[in-house]
């Protein structure tokens, strides 16, 4: 069953009725102020940090599940009209049944539009770029055949910045709050009287016939949002917030003539001031708003709100025109050139710290996510990957190694979760050099970086990486394996953890030394990002013109090639299993991911990863090892982690196992892992299966099952419950997940097959048999490349014309300084 449907030609999703299974949401900005919106308003916005600038409050964890939000209450003053008293126009919170409701989700904005007796409404909501402010910009249409007069009110609930003792410290906080108001705006000011120089506020268009500030003024004693005892009166108390809740709420009353429509816009912002100018009068305890009041004037204007809506779309289709296909296929067009592109951004810009599965307060930047989700928007954001790759290496240790997480705000390695995941570093190696295929950029090699962010450690990016590398071989186990710390790539595998104490975290909690548990898939992933490092020094040594001593010592490309060939034989020692790769070692020395086992008898990381990484391409192992997923654990809604699930807790194995069976890490279908078996697929040359895969997981392709996947039918969520689940279908943590990046690496490169390397771009498809031919059209170092692909016979073989003549191979060489485009043709033989 459906609640919508897709409108490509605008890029939107369009919901048709607002009690959807869960909330469905979009995210709202796109540089350092954002938001998250839900199809009925609910949600919350902040600045940089969800955990450390937050301005307004949401309540997770809540019945219903989406409260707290962008409310607007409409109410009609005239008594006549009963019916349409008061209502929500975008149903929550008060639930009113509406005529009419549409929510449409776009890239980077929100509309909800819906109608009651008679009064339409439509509200659009975004975040214009270089701003850090959001708007909501409302039109109210009469389509009576009477006079209406209407009182609109505004509402949020504004958050004491620090999100997590916002919903904690009440013994504080509920003295602390202040706000000012001037001239019909509201300040929210809670601590800026001391350390604080930021402050939000909250501006109107119209002259206001009320406000209010403070929340139990607002909404009475003993109610809810759903049932403000103000919109019920029709009447704002002008209530000024002393501590506890402080809210914004603004009144203006409207009159409509038939027919007529107006405007209101309000603009909720963030501001910070020059510490030694703060207030005005200097000396005194008030805001200075001199430094704001350009910007609220100018927001407040509906041609300025028109153009900056106008810019926002434009700067989507330009990002959005980089990389676009036209394939027999409808699931793959829609998300390679609309959804799948735009989540990949949103995970750039938030990783996984806020969205309705993520309080915003629990998780920073995390090292192993980041450098993934490069992988997908490298070529949308080439400038700012850079940033973002520079950031992440100036977290990284002397050892090698990194801190699992960091703050956006503060750009610091988080403390409380720290380092020793031993995978955390290896992505850095793909990441970097995924970043110099797409621009060609080798000068980043060479740019110092400091250590845990310590002024005077800093060395060439590149030392960076030969670390990472090194930091692998420094741990290798009994086995001759990597140790894998306190986890590899599943988080939850915790082979040095042994947990008994309920609530103690499985993520950091280590009783074990550490000496003996080792990881497959560790191996596999080395091996893959020694032969990218073995790639890079050979061509570091060769373009270097910096030359800065390292405080390491520069190996040469056969050290990296011989450390990926030793680890591969190693592999296939004890890593091989006779028909799938192992999983690991735990803290006994007992296999894990063996025949041998009764649960977890197979794993899909080690499959992906080390087919991904070459492994078995020669021997036939590689075909087997995906024969075995097909065999054990693909479904029809996707391939699960491993089987058969762990039935109970073992003591040995960690949180993995900690899991109901079906869920989450113990045999979900982890759609992050799903896009690593399509790659592996076609690297044995078979893109029906590989795209079969494909579709299994696309969300536009299981929109019909949307009452089945309950999460959003455009943006893939971290899990769907696996078949050991009693809702086996069922989605789970929609948008910030590794899913994005890799579904999108996975079409776009490997079975569409057009991926930047080194000396240019590489077209090798790896598509289903019936399909005919399809096209993309690529932005490449500055080049747009018009490729064709026509299938002229079943198999997998290229034959290249450039611009009308044949080459041999097929990567594309780069073209001459000054060309625009170029032309390809492709046959599939
Ligand atoms: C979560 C984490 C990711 C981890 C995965 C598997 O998605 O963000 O880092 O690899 O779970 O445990
Ligand atoms: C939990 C989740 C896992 C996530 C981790 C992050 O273990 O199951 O998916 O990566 O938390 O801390």
Avoid at 277 to 293: A, C, H, L, Y
Wanted: aromatic content about 12%.
């Amino acid at each position: 069953m459906r609640f919508g449907h897709f409108d490509d030609e605008r890029r939107e999703y369009v919901i048709e009725r607002p009690d959807t299974p869960l909330p469905w949401i979009n995210y709202l900005g796109c540089e350092d102020y954002f938001g998250l919106i839900s199809n009925t308003a609910g949600g919350y916005s902040f600045y940089k940090d969800a955990r450390l600038r937050r301005l307004t409050r949401y309540r997770y964890n809540n019945a219903p599940l989406d409260m707290g939000g962008r409310y607007v209450y409409l109410r009609d003053d005239d008594p006549q009209h009963a019916r349409s008293r008061a209502w929500s126009p975008t149903w929550m919170p008060m639930r009113r049944s509406l005529d009419s409701y549409q929510c449409r989700h776009g890239m980077g904005y929100t509309i909800i539009k819906s109608q009651l007796d008679g009064i339409e409404s439509q509200t659009c909501y975004f975040v214009p770029l270089g701003a850090s402010l959001e708007i909501w910009e409302l039109t109210l249409t009469n389509h009576r055949a009477k006079r209406a007069d209407l009182s609109v009110f505004s509402a949020v609930e504004f958050c004491l910045w620090d999100a997590n003792d916002d919903s904690t410290n009440f013994q504080r906080n509920y003295s602390t709050g202040e706000v000012e108001i001037l001239d019909g705006v509201i300040y929210h000011k809670t601590e800026y009287r001391e350390r604080r120089d930021h402050f939000a506020y909250f501006a109107c268009s119209e002259p206001l016939a009320g406000f209010d500030t403070d929340r139990e003024a607002f909404l009475g004693p003993y109610r809810g949002w759903d049932s403000p005892q103000v919109v019920e009166k029709g009447q704002a108390f002008n209530s000024v917030a002393h501590g506890w809740q402080p809210v914004g709420v603004h009144q203006v009353k409207v009159r409509l003539e038939p027919g007529e429509q107006k405007k209101i816009i309000f603009l909720l912002g963030y501001h910070e001031n020059p510490r030694d100018d703060k207030f005005d009068p200097p000396g005194s305890q008030t805001i200075n708003k001199r430094t704001v009041k350009g910007m609220i004037e100018r927001y407040l204007k509906p041609d300025e709100v028109e153009k900056a809506f106008r810019a926002l779309r434009a700067y989507w289709d330009d990002l959005l025109g980089r990389l676009t296909v036209s394939s027999p296929d409808v699931h793959t067009n829609r998300m390679v050139n609309i959804w799948n592109a735009y989540q990949v951004m949103i995970t750039f810009n938030l990783s996984r710290s806020a969205s309705y599965f993520e309080s915003g307060i629990g998780r920073g930047i995390g090292f192993r996510d980041s450098n993934q989700d490069l992988l997908g928007f490298v070529h949308l954001v080439p400038g700012r990957a850079r940033e973002r790759i520079l950031d992440l290496a100036a977290t990284q240790l002397p050892s090698g190694g990194a801190y699992h997480q960091y703050q956006l705000l503060t750009k610091r390695g988080n403390n409380d979760v720290g380092s020793n995941f031993n995978d955390d570093p290896l992505w850095q190696v793909l990441s970097v050099s995924a970043y110099i295929k797409e621009t060609g950029d080798w000068g980043i090699l060479d740019e110092p970086v400091p250590y845990d962010n310590r002024p005077g450690s800093e060395e060439a990016l590149y030392g960076h990486l030969q670390r990472s590398i090194q930091y692998t071989l420094d741990r290798l186990g009994p086995h001759g394996l990597p140790l894998i710390g306190r986890a590899d790539w599943n988080d939850c595998l915790n082979l040095n953890c042994f947990s008994d104490s309920p609530g103690q975290s499985f993520q950091t909690t280590t009783n074990k030394e550490g000496r003996t548990a080792e990881s497959v898939f560790i191996a596999g992933l080395f091996v893959l990002a020694a032969k990218e490092m073995a790639e890079l020094a050979r061509r570091y040594s060769e373009s270097r013109t910096v030359k800065t001593k390292p405080a390491f010592e520069l190996q040469p490309a056969t050290f990296y090639r011989e450390a990926a060939r030793k680890l591969e034989e190693i592999v296939w020692s004890v890593g091989w299993d006779g028909k799938w790769f192992r999983r690991a070692y735990d803290d006994f020395g007992h296999v894990l991911g063996s025949q041998e086992n009764d649960e977890g008898r197979i794993f899909i990381e080690p499959q992906g990863i080390c087919v991904m990484a070459g492994l078995g391409l020669e021997n036939g192992r590689a075909a087997q090892a995906l024969d075995s997923v097909s065999e054990h654990l693909a479904t029809p809604h996707g391939i699960v982690l491993q089987q058969p699930a762990f039935t109970r807790y073992y003591l040995h194995l960690g949180e993995i196992s900690s899991y109901p069976p079906g869920y989450k890490e113990n045999a979900s279908i982890f759609c992050h892992t799903n896009p690593w078996i399509m790659i592996a697929e076609t690297r044995v040359g078979r893109g029906a299966r590989a795209h079969d895969y494909y579709l299994r997981t696309n969300p536009s392709a299981r929109e019909e099952l949307s009452d089945l996947h309950r999460c959003e039918p455009y943006v893939y969520a971290q899990m769907i419950a696996g078949r050991d689940a009693p809702t086996h279908g069922e989605a789970k943590n929609s948008w910030l997940t590794g899913a994005a990046a890799w579904n999108y690496v996975a079409i776009t490169q490997w079975i569409l097959g057009v991926r930047p390397t080194f000396d240019g771009l590489e077209v090798a498809p790896v598509v289903p048999p019936d399909w005919k031919g399809f096209e993309v059209e690529r932005l490449f170092r500055g080049v747009r490349y018009r490729i064709r692909v026509e299938r002229r016979g079943p198999g997998n073989g290229v034959r290249l014309e450039v611009d009308g003549k044949p080459i041999s191979g097929n990567i594309i060489p780069l073209p001459k300084d000054g060309t625009t485009t170029v032309s390809v043709l492709v046959l599939l033989e």
